[in-house]
């Protein structure tokens, strides 16, 4: 089988806050019964209203949902293709370019901290692939020194792609990767999201709460809804012939100009 | 090229150059850390300015330097033993007109020398040009005292400080990381050792151990490593809850490394601004000691030894005034220091910029 990843039955539940620490409850579960097969090359796309589970199973694929909640329960299975090393091979891109870069840190020691626990380049090969993946990206190598804040939303978001894409990985997950920025930006990212992946021939998870952006990038779509996948199959055969409520909601969501759907 | 990256680089770019300039702009606290950092720098040189051997010695056509060397009376046919005594050497010098002479430090007196012999009168003595500050009961020299008391309250302030701060940070980021049962019950220990009575715990381990200054300062490093804690444990949960932790972790990141590259350098703020507050502390804490007597062991010069000279001798105001003047102003010009810092790095204030 041709399919990089397979998931099945995925359930994640969060503890209830209770009374008592001793005993954790778990309520209803965040991600529920969720199956799903990604293929070689393509981009999935998953779509849903905030809070409906989208993210969670982002970082439960990637295997750091634990790191800020280590009393989440995951069930079901996540099977990555033999030879796909999880920690190199998948890469995530986060949804606030404001929060996910180091304040703290260089341009340079961000993007290279993947390489660092993931590849054995020596300093100059390291320094090498920096300035290529810079350039892919569409920042200027000069800059490498600069710190964060100095750097605009979208700017910011290309350096998260640039660390992405930083160890080759085979599959990105980019969790809503356009929501916090300006529309005018949003295009921008998106195409190079789009350039990348052809160049790279990368598959890709790609989370939305937007159907536009959805169906702009992605081959196939998953509709989400309170932790269930409801709908899901080939884009353009789901937008053009929805049969979850909520997905026709979605559909007519869409804000129109002249008459045309954005 | 290379210009167009130099011009970049001069604009303040990090975090922390910015804190630097606005800390800068306030005179009050930048003045302030100029004099109490020029002053601590010349105590370690105080033996040039303050003390009881002379600088150099030109006796029967050698030269000596007795603040590098000990030399006995008898080298310079002095009739008293132990130690030579240079400020009698040079009256003998003034009175024979001999081809020698010496240069000693501005004022002359050693902390912990007694100058029964050459004082006129009984002890305490007012302020004269000889003893600027006067001397207290055991005829010792007060501005003597007090310059080497100052040494020791700061290094003794700081080492306090970076002891317990090493600790405190450590112990709050382990907490703050790993959370959960880890926390609750970590918090709860230093709960319970925060409400052990410092000043009877201090006193009982001092008589114990009759403690120099490091132990003393490892002792009251025991009692104030918690408070620190709860600020760094507070700035490492908002931290690891940020993006960026989650995305070194994804990128496979050790907890270590997590810890210390990534959580630490940005949740030093309290640190930094408590630093000059814990100096503060420390240096009333060892001026108590010393005035209950638990402290450094006689005859260290200590200021909390000066000020219970004080209220023993309350009729002698120069024994009131200096050392308690002394204490405030150091302790005025710390706070100093920790107001701007902590205004400078108010992360509200900072960000208009």
Redesign the interface.
Known sequence: MSSLLEIKNLKIFYPQKSRTIIRRKFGKPAVDEVSFILDEGEVLGIVGESGCGKSTLAKAIKGIIKFNNPYVKVTGEINFQEGINCRKDVQIIFQDPYSSLNPRHTLKTIIEEPLLYNTTFSKAEREKKISEIMEKVGLSSAKLNSYPHEFSGGQRQRIGIARALITNPKIIIADEPVSALDVSIQAQILNLLNEVRKEFNLSMIFIAHNLPVVEYISDRVIIMYEGKIVESGKTDKVIGNPVHKYTKELISSVPEYEGKKL | ?KS??NI??NSP???FAKRLRKFKSFKRGYYSLIIIISLYILSWFLPVFVGRNALIVKYEGEYYFPLFNYYESSVFNQEISGEANYRLLKKQFEKETSPGFVVLPIIPYGPEENLLDELNETPPVRPSSAHWFGTDDRGRDVLSRIAYGFRISITFALIVAIFSFTVGLFTGALLGYY??WFD?IGQRFIELWSTLPFLYLMIILSSLLSPNVFVLAVMLTLFSWMGITYYVRGEFYRE??????????????SDLKIIFK?LL??SLTPVISFAPFAVVGNISALVSLDFLGFGVPPPTPSWGQLISQGMNNISNWWLVLFPLGCVFLTLIAIVFIGESLREAFNPKGNENE
Do not use: V
């Open positions: 090229m167009n990256i970049e680089n770019k990090s975090l959370g959960g609750i690891k809850s940020k993006d960026y932790a989650l995305s070194a972790y994804s990128a496979g990141a990534h350098p940005n």
